[in-house]
């Protein structure tokens, strides 16, 4: 193995680190934030064409 193959194989062990880090974070943000969204009542009128 040359220099260069030992500096790709780090760079794409950076990556999967850096990725499995990510995913672990987005999975924590989603299950401990407040992602409900607001809820309110929406009445609209509705004209039929009903001949």
């Known amino acids: 193995m040359g220099k260069g ?3 790709l194989g780090r760079i794409f062990k ?3 680190v850096l990725g499995c880090l990510g995913g ?3 999975v924590g ?3 401990l934030a407040d992602l409900e969204p607001e809820q309110q ?3 609209l009128p ?3 064409n009903a001949d």
């Open 24 to 26: 672990v974070a987005l």
């Open 41 to 43: 009542t929406v009445t």
């Open 5 to 7: 193959s030992a500096v």
């Open 29 to 31: 943000y989603a299950y």
């Open 14 to 16: 950076l990556l999967f």
């Open 46 to 48: 509705v004209t039929l």
